[in-house]
T-cell receptor
Framework: QQPVQSPQAVILREGEDAVINCSSS?????VHWYRQKHGEAPVFLMI?????EQKGHEKISASFNEKKQQSSLYLTASQLSYSGTYFC???????????FGSGTQLTVLP | DTGVSQDPRHKITKRGQNVTFRCDPISEHNRLYWYRQTLGQGPEFLTYFQNEAQLEKSRLLSDRFSAERPKGSFSTLEIQRTEQGDSAMYLC?????????????????FGNGTRLTVT
């Protein structure tokens, strides 16, 4: 089942902060975050694993609430380059693939 | 690391024709995935290979779709008797994972995709 992302879209000014949420009805093993710019491939940002391990870029922060099956991606002091569509991908049970949400479109204005 | 490459970048075909796409993963990666993405949606899983073995296929995938990964290197995705509903971006991704078990903590590296338009 597809995870649910919120908000669907957000517009902010350079330097402002944003939070993107991802929730699932299934017990999750891991949550993955990707960013996709228009016409380009999705690019890996971060993995959050059950148990607290995280892998990803130093400038990106995220949380994973294992009890609530929710994850949040925190974008602080946003830059123009942060613009794009952010997808969370979830892994539950014995799945061998990521199931992606429908995305959050982030627009950073100067 | 030369990245994942896909060919062609764009394909326009008439309904009923067959099309084939190619994906060259990162050379040391043992897992290869095909996803499909339509406008405003996230990537939707189609199928997955561990080396040359196709280990999983989406239940939603029509029998008109077939994929191969001979010798565990490049992969091809063929769509037979295309329909207008097949129009989408077809993304290939690869990863390096130990064993054949569940997907865990390995990032997916995506190619730029093949955009299919069926007229």
């Amino acid at each position: 089942q597809q995870p649910v992302q919120s908000p669907q879209a957000v517009i902010l000014r350079e330097g402002e902060d944003a939070v993107i949420n991802c929730s699932s009805s299934k017990a999750l093993y891991s949550v993955h975050w990707y960013r996709q710019k228009h016409g380009e491939a999705p690019v890996f940002l971060m993995i959050l694993l059950k148990g607290g391990e995280q892998k990803g870029h130093e400038k990106i922060s995220a949380s994973f609430n294992e009890k609530k099956q929710q994850s949040s991606l925190y974008l602080t002091a946003s830059q123009l380059s942060y613009s794009g569509t952010y997808f969370c991908g979830t892994v539950s049970g014995s799945a061998r693939q990521l199931t992606f949400g429908s995305g959050t479109q982030l627009t950073v204005l100067p | 690391d030369t990245g994942v490459s896909q060919d062609p970048r764009h394909k326009i075909t008439k309904r009923g024709q067959n099309v084939t796409f190619r994906c060259d993963p990162i050379s040391e990666h043992n897992r290869l995935y095909w996803y499909r993405q339509t406008l405003g949606q996230g990537p939707e899983f189609l199928t997955y290979f561990q080396n040359e073995a196709q280990l999983e296929k989406s239940r939603l995938l029509s029998d008109r779709f077939s994929a191969e990964r001979p010798k565990g290197s490049f992969s091809t995705l063929e769509i037979q008797r295309t329909e207008q509903g097949d129009s989408a971006m077809y993304l290939c991704a690869s990863s390096l994972s130990s064993g054949t078990g569940p997907f865990r903590g390995s990032p997916l590296h995506f190619g730029n995709g093949t955009r299919l338009t069926v007229t």
